[in-house]
Nanobody, 124 residues
Framework: QVQLVESGGGLVQAGGSLRLSCAAS????????MGWYRQTPGKKREFVAS??????NYADTVKGRFTISRDNANNTVYLQMNSLKSEDTDVYYC???????????????????WGQGTQVTVSS
């Protein structure tokens, strides 16, 4: 299976910056798309940004402030968050879709994997 490990969350003042990282497990060969979502407890998970070889998309609420990037050689996705606002406070989840990976000695494809989440808190 595919595991995603996020890091980089924390507490920051409004106007500050944070950089999130998400690394796929070593058995992953490649993922078509990787991205970020966020969720407040009790609310629906919300799209933030995603990136594939064909596109880069952002939610309107983060355009111009957040930048997504990928290191395809290491199957890692980043989210640089600048000009943070209190409303950006959430748990941020990494997502990877259409991933090719080694399952024992078999090359396998799977869909829609999630990380465990990392808390981002922006104080006003």
């Amino acid at each position: 299976q595919v595991q995603l490990v996020e890091s980089g969350g924390g507490l920051v003042q409004a106007g500050g910056s944070l950089r999130l990282s998400c690394a796929a497990s070593r058995n992953v060969v490649s993922c078509n798309a990787m991205g970020w979502y966020r969720q407040t407890p009790g609310k629906k998970r919300e799209f933030v940004a995603s990136m594939s070889s064909d596109y880069t998309n952002y939610a309107d609420t983060v355009k111009g402030r957040f930048t997504i990037s990928r290191d395809n050689a290491n199957n890692t996705v980043y989210l640089q968050m600048n000009s943070l606002k209190s409303e950006d406070t959430d748990v941020y989840y990494c997502n990877a879709d259409r991933c090719t990976y080694w399952d024992d000695n078999y090359l396998t494809m799977g869909y829609d994997y999630w990380g465990q989440g990392t808390q981002v808190t922006v104080s006003s």
